[in-house]
């Protein structure tokens, strides 16, 4: 697999910039969720999505496997592929098997991870008639990079699946879509995976499971700045807590100290102190509406052309395309 890269601020120095100023604020502790994902993280992750209660995975892959001829059919013949976090790239399958019957594709998976880039290739190298391009890169500059290699008459099919869109703070997922816009041109596509609004009980279970695996996969957080800032969180004086934020229509991660307590994260010159019963926020994943998908496809340049929706577990793949 050929792999562009795109230059950025180094990791380690963001992550400890990052850290300092979310945990020495005033008010609401807070860090950013895609610390979530180290090497650790992203296999605790991969376990949530086998959990019975967290239905979103299986959901966005049944919606894919079901309908990705129809899909198909609303995309240009000249079109090539690129993905926003393919993860290792599973739920593509049957996307790009759709639309190579058509002719040879071009797929470009955009990924921070070179390890994530790896597993999608050994996942979907075996499809015929589908060249595969890695781009090592956050996502808006791996997708500046994708659009400026492709020729005048070359449509571009954008995915961004598994509702990664909902751990965008409130407004940013709006933003977030228009930046994506500006790199298109019209009649481009972009497929948006949204998990939707259901029951508070439902919710709550997906994301606080009674295995521990979620609390697992959020308390790792404080392990990786254990491991790469130098810090001295005693994990179980942690615990993990989920709630529903009823004014932003988002389930919460929170870490909350169980005690009295201070910590020191050596790489960041910090010491915080925390109060028994204090929490950090650790991500937000909004649930939306299929009419609130609509509304976001229109706040963002796009028109929203058709909507599929799972029947077991309320999730949507809506095709935008760009107006
Ligand atoms: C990646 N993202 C869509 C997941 C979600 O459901 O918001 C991350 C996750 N957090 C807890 N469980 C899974």
Not at 12 to 25: E, I, M, N, P, W
Not at 134 to 145: I, K, N, R, T, W
Request: proline share 4%.
């Amino acid at each position: 697999m050929t792999i562009l890269k795109t230059p950025g601020i180094p990791a380690q120095k963001q992550f400890a910039d990052d850290v300092r100023s979310g945990l020495s604020r005033d008010g609401q502790k807070e860090l950013p969720s895609k610390y979530l994902y180290d090497n650790l993280g992203s296999v605790r992750r991969d376990h949530v999505t086998l959990l019975p209660e967290y239905g979103l995975t299986r959901a966005d892959e049944r919606l894919l496997q079901r309908h990705a001829r129809d899909i198909a059919q609303y995309i240009p013949h000249k079109t090539m592929v690129s993905e926003l976090g393919s993860g290792k790239g599973r739920k593509t399958r049957p996307i790009l098997n759709a639309l190579r019957t058509r002719g040879p594709l071009s797929y470009y998976p955009i990924e921070i991870s070179s390890a994530a880039l790896a597993s999608c290739e050994m996942e979907l190298r075996d499809i015929e008639s589908v060249s595969i391009v890695g781009v090592e890169s956050e996502y808006l500059a791996g997708l500046a990079e994708v659009a400026e290699r492709r020729a005048a008459d070359m449509h571009l099919f954008v995915l961004f699946l598994g509702s990664t869109i909902g751990n965008f703070d409130a407004g940013a997922d709006a933003r977030f879509l228009r930046e994506v816009r500006q790199t298109l041109r019209p009649g481009d596509s972009l497929l948006l995976g949204t998990d939707l609004l259901k029951p508070r009980e439902q919710l709550i279970d997906a994301y606080h499971d009674p295995r521990g695996v979620t609390a697992a996969f959020n308390l790792n957080l404080l392990g990786r700045i254990n491991r790469e800032l130098n810090a001295d969180f005693d994990l179980r004086r942690f615990e993990h807590l989920a709630r529903f934020n009823e004014t932003t229509q988002s389930v919460e991660m929170h870490l909350r100290s169980r005690h009295d307590q201070s910590v020191t994260v050596r790489n960041c010159d910090l010491t915080v102190a925390f109060a028994a019963g204090e929490t950090i926020w650790t991500e937000s994943s909004h649930k939306y509406s299929p009419q609130g998908v609509a509304e976001l496809a229109s706040a963002s340049g796009f028109t929203m052309q058709a909507q599929w929706i799972d029947e077991k577990w309320p999730f949507a793949n809506s095709l935008f395309v760009a107006a």
